[in-house]
């Protein structure tokens, strides 16, 4: 390991160069009711895991990548949340609308090149950094080890062209659906959606496009991201899948923060 240090300046100051600007928003609206009373005072991404808050580390994973440009959409006590080195939106609506009216609140933060990004991830810097590597006009991360039993929260199941093969290679794998059944009527699942997507190039215009019909529904206020990329699929627009195995944590309860805390030492 001698020289690992300077290693990690090397990659931060040089793997990045040639990369198109991009951009991050984070949701991070809910308060994470399953948290109790450490959340009483402070939204979930406020939550202080080995020193460092949920959303410092998230910051400082994307300034690894040179992603420096970060809007965070909060809503429970939106106050508390520290906001050096990002821009804050507000979903005023938080305590009666999901995901996409989150997503919505940060529309004119959108950029042609983003990630999307749920505010309670825990993560691996190669996840990201390979996201970022990965073809495709929009990507959504998926973890093909669905033997693992210490992830906490409601699985989002994923249903893909093809299987995760492990290969060293990049896999041209389609999303083909998610769903919080595991019985799904497509086949067995792929993995599961761990709560990251990047959208760049004419994926933009697919995701406005997309949002714009579907605030149309009746029931649009309760619309996940889930719900999103499933219309993205059913209109014919290509979500790609980055496959990964483990190396990442969402953060949903009590137990995940002992979870968590050794995730990151």
């Known amino acids: 390991m001698q020289g690992a240090d300077e290693l990690a300046r090397a990659q931060e100051r040089y793997l990045n160069i040639g990369r198109t600007e991009t951009h991050a928003i984070v949701l991070a609206a809910s308060r994470g009711n399953a948290l109790h009373e450490l959340t009483h005072d402070k939204p979930k991404v406020m939550l202080t895991i080995g020193g460092k808050t949920l959303l410092r580390r998230l910051s400082d994973e994307f300034k690894i990548q040179s992603i420096n440009k970060i809007t ?57 950094r390979d996201l970022l590597d990965t073809p495709g006009e929009i ?63 004419e994926g933009l215009v697919w995701l406005n496009n997309a949002l714009t019909e579907l605030q149309k529904r009746k029931d649009f206020s309760s619309l996940t991201i889930p719900d999103l990329l499933n219309h993205l699929v059913e209109q014919g627009n290509p979500v790609k899948v980055h496959y990964i195995h483990g190396h990442w944590l969402d953060v949903n309860s009590i137990e995940d923060i002992d979870r968590a805390g050794d995730f990151t030492k």
């Open 72 to 128: 965070v959409v909060a809503g429970y006590k939106a106050d508390a949340i520290d906001t050096s080195g990002i821009e804050l939106c507000i979903n005023h609506n938080y305590e009666s609308t999901g995901e996409l009216n989150s997503l919505l609140c940060a529309k004119e933060r959108f950029h042609d090149s983003m990630i999307i990004t749920y505010g309670d991830l825990l993560f691996r810097g190669y996840i990201l």
């Open 139 to 201: 990507v959504a991360v998926v973890d093909s080890a669905l033997e693992d039993s210490h992830k906490s929260g409601s699985p989002d199941y994923v249903y893909c062209s093809k299987p995760d093969d492990r290969s060293m290679f990049s896999q041209d794998i389609d999303l083909r659906h998610i769903s919080e059944n595991e019985a799904c009527d497509i086949g067995d699942p792929s993995g599961r959606w761990i709560g990251m997507l990047r959208v760049q190039g």
